[in-house]
């Protein structure tokens, strides 16, 4: 067992296990979305970011990907953390505003403005896709292409791959292009709608069916506000 | 060449050392060394070497002189140049024409050629003798010095220098353990920027458990403007390949790599000549030398990805796969090449190492300052009188070797800035020159020692231009794994291209200070950690500059296009008609002796017409009709 801690908290990981792995085992929340249990770490949403070591020493670094070691200590929400985060996710919004995803995260993590200009690429290069695809379903179809400005995601020679069997696990994992955002300003860059929700539900149900992780999933709220 | 043979023993080895020092020593007729390099090479070295060759002919003196052909002097702006020996005459910037007059006086009759001599810009003498040259004067050239006196392709050259002397210290003197103690003790770091302990670096990747270890030559040396590995490569290849020989030793590791990137075509060669003569020599394979020591040396050639020169994307490209960098821990010392314990040094770092053991930890850590020892190569580049390859000791001073060394800056324009360390470097000003060079002083002054490119920059120099230059380098180079680094550089390529071309607007440099922060903070790796840099060290130092672009659409140094246009000054126009042959678009209107006249709509802004003129009539001035468009939209 590796003793180590977290947000000042003494916490006890196994070995091989990740800074996330454990923050998540303890039930201590860190956004990301290249990350998914069954596939290889990735590193490369910069989402789970935390603040490791201390003084001037301290630096960040991407949980998904940092083993957690003996006397380790992490703090998952300090100010840098917060920043870089949020720079992170006005990135990842310049690049696919309409993914419902993504602007809940900023909602979430208080991102106000949107100072890039767009591109709407619908695709933030997670690469969940190719290693679910190369990890889980053993096909290798996609892959990255170029490097730079120029990566994109695609098949070989970008010909439909004999690889594929369109087994669709590339969408269904997709965390930025499948589900668009419904909110009002769904248009704009930068939507903030949950933000601001008055949460309808309770008009119709004794409980609030929605936390701002989850605000709006069920739509309910926004669809009354059109 | 000599055949070569294997060498039985250490004894055999020593003895034949031996023998080549004491012919070196007792050569009594004169070498002629032509510098052929990569850069010696593409001004014509070669062909002067032909015209040598046949001009020592014609002369009947091929039983009287050596004509030996080596790598980089370091002295670029000289090239093609040669050494005459014993006397150390020095002659520049050689045509093949020129070579016959040199043969027939200085070498047959001894006298001096003036005119091939090398002049100072600043006094007008002329050198006579290599050592008399300020370019060398103040440099300390452990590492680079011994490029004179051996022929790249020759192991026999190499031994007659004392080569594989320290290799032999190494198998019979040292423990593995004493040889990293000494290495440790010298204070190496490593030279391919960071500055990481070798010492420090090899004992961890000793101690790792498991038997098969593996050592890497890191020679992906993607910097522009910088090519010191390539020319140590190519220069004085056995140095580099005895340094992992030494250093497999000390780590117990059995098979090397040597990573040198395929743009390099004669770096890849002489390597490939030399570990091939090592093979032959059996001074690589099994039972080295009769000993227990083997050792097998590999090349693998890059395909010229900046990002490959990180240690986990290089490792990753070694392997087959997309050169990308992964975090570290664990870091190359226990999980590296196929997940086996992995030593990896810069070039500069392995060539330093036979001369700690011959010399002494001492004696290198005699050199330097308290945190950095021993010498560092610079490649000296930019608006600099003498280009070139220099190696100082560290804690030397900007200033000695821009002003002192490199010569000052040509046409006796004010010196702006220098770049070093890359493109993920940072840009000094001149209230830094008097900063001494080491790593630490370096990065607080938020550049790098990097692998040691330096660039430098004349007033008129526009650093949101530089800024922009190297923001684009990165922004295609970046492996594009992280978003930070991604879309940050693109990003901040973006804003600056926006400032430079007018385009700016309030509030952009605090963005740009606020991405930049970011991409430096959250990226994986140090392509993306210092890729901020450029911008981080122009907005300290110059942040006027960017200022005077954003509110005033003016360009100080005259160089962003967007901002400017060129006019003929009326009064000092002589109607010489230069600038006119200049102009690729006949933007130009006048007739001789009368003054002209630049027409804006067929005007590209080339800046041709700026280096033609003679007389500095021509002015790149701020251009008020695109200020005034541009604010009415604003």
């Not at chain 1, 006890?12 to 998540?24: D, H, M, S």
Request: net charge neutral; aromatic share 8%.
């Amino acid at each position: 067992m590796i003793t180590m801690k977290i947000n000042g908290v003494e916490v006890k990981a196994e070995e091989g296990w990740t800074i996330l792995e454990t923050a998540q085992f303890y039930g201590l929340e860190i956004p990301t979305l290249c990350h998914h249990e069954g596939l290889s770490p990735y590193g490369a949403c910069r989402l789970c970011l935390v603040e490791i070591g201390e003084g001037a020493k301290a630096k960040l670094v991407s949980s998904c990907t940092y083993p957690a070691e003996e006397g380790l200590i992490v703090h998952t929400d300090t100010r840098r953390v917060i920043k870089a985060r949020r720079m992170m996710i006005e990135l990842m919004l310049s690049v696919a505003p309409y993914s419902k995803v993504i602007q809940d995260l900023a909602s979430k993590f208080g991102v106000t403005r949107m100072r890039f200009t767009i591109r709407n690429e619908e695709c933030i290069l997670c690469g969940l896709c190719i290693r679910m695809c190369a990890e889980q379903m053993d096909g290798k179809a996609i892959g990255f292409q170029n490097r730079g400005y120029q990566r994109k995601i695609s098949t070989p020679f970008d010909i439909r791959s004999e690889e594929c069997r369109l087994c669709g696990g590339c969408i269904y994992i997709c965390p930025a292009c499948q589900l668009r955002c419904q909110g009002p300003q769904a248009e704009t860059a930068l939507c903030n709608a949950c933000l601001t929700m008055d949460p309808t539900c309770l008009d119709y149900y004794d409980e609030l069916q929605c936390w701002m992780y989850d605000a709006g999933r069920c739509g309910t709220c926004v669809r009354e506000k059109k | 060449m000599k055949r070569l043979r294997k060498f039985k023993n250490v004894e055999d080895l020593r003895k034949t050392i031996q023998q080549q020092e004491a012919t070196r020593q007792q050569e009594t007729k004169k070498v002629i060394t032509v510098s052929s390099g990569t850069c010696g090479q593409a001004r014509g070295s070669q062909k002067v070497i032909e015209a040598l060759k046949k001009a020592i002919k014609a002369e009947g003196l091929k039983d009287q002189v050596i004509l030996r052909i080596t790598g980089c002097h370091g002295f670029c702006e000289a090239e093609p140049n040669l050494i005459i020996y014993p006397d150390r005459i020095f002659y520049q910037k050689l045509t093949p024409e020129d070579v016959r007059t040199i043969v027939q006086e200085t070498i047959k009759d001894g006298r001096v050629v003036e005119k091939y001599l090398y002049r100072d810009p600043r006094t007008k003498e002329r050198a006579w003798y290599e050592n008399e040259i300020q370019f060398y004067q103040k440099q300390k050239r452990i590492v680079l010095g011994d490029n004179v006196f051996v022929d790249p392709t020759s192991l026999l050259d190499y031994l007659a220098i004392g080569g594989f002397k320290p290799f032999l210290k190494a198998l019979t003197e040292f423990h593995p353990e004493e040889i990293i103690q000494t290495v440790k003790k010298s204070g190496l770091r490593g030279r391919g920027g960071a500055g990481f302990p070798t010492g420090v670096k090899w004992e961890a990747t000793r101690r790792s458990p498991g038997d098969i270890k593996y050592i890497i030559c890191n020679g992906d040396e993607g910097d522009p403007g910088a090519y010191m590995d390539r020319s140590v490569l190519e220069g004085n290849p056995f140095r580099v390949l005895e340094g992992m020989m030494i250093g497999a030793l000390a780590i117990g590791a059995r098979e090397g790599f040597i990573y040198v990137r395929d743009e390099y075509p004669l770096a890849v060669r002489h390597v490939t000549q030399a570990v091939d003569q090592l093979y032959r020599t059996g001074l690589l394979g099994k039972n080295i030398l009769g000993t227990e020591f083997s050792f097998d040396l590999h090349i693998s050639k890059g395909a010229g990805a900046f990002v490959c020169g990180e240690e986990t994307a290089l490792i990753a490209s070694i392997e087959g796969r997309v050169g990308e960098p992964r975090q570290r821990p664990p870091f190359p010392a226990q999980k590296g090449l196929w997940k086996k314990p992995t030593c990896i040094n810069n070039v500069e770092t392995w060539a330093n190492i036979p001369l700690i053991i011959q010399n002494g930890a001492e004696w290198f850590s005699s050199i330097g300052t308290a945190g950095s020892k021993g010498t560092k190569i610079f490649s000296l580049v930019g608006k600099i009188n003498n280009t070139g390859l220099v190696e100082v000791p560290m804690g030397i001073t900007l200033r000695e070797i821009i002003y002192d060394i490199g010569g000052g800056i040509p046409e006796g324009k004010a010196f702006k800035a220098v770049q070093t360390g890359g493109p993920s470097g940072g840009c000094l000003p001149a209230s830094l020159l008097d900063l001494p060079i080491d790593y630490e002083s370096l990065t607080a002054a938020g550049s790098i020692m990097g692998s040691g490119g330096m660039i430098v920059m004349d007033e008129k120099t526009c650093m949101v231009d530089v800024a922009m230059y190297f923001l684009n380098f990165l922004r295609d180079e970046s492996c594009g794994k992280c978003i930070s680094c991604r879309e940050g550089t693109q990003r901040m390529w973006e804003i600056v291209k926006d400032i430079s071309e007018g385009k700016g607007k309030p509030g952009d440099l605090e963005l740009l200070e606020e991405l930049a922060l970011a991409t430096k903070d959250a990226s994986m790796c140090g392509l993306g950690q210092t890729a901020a840099n450029p911008v981080l060290s122009t907005l300290r130092y110059f942040r006027e500059e960017f200022e005077a672009h954003i509110y005033e659409k003016r360009c100080p140094a005259g160089v962003c296009k967007s901002l400017i246009r060129y006019v003929v000054i009326p009064e000092k126009c002589t109607g010489c008609e230069a600038c006119k042959r200049a102009c690729p678009t006949q933007a130009i209107q006048g007739t001789r002796k009368d003054v002209h006249l630049i027409l804006y709509d067929k005007c590209i802004k080339c800046g041709a017409c700026l280096e033609a003129c003679r007389f500095e009539a021509i002015e790149a001035q701020r251009d008020e009709a695109i200020i005034i468009d541009k604010e009415v939209r604003l």
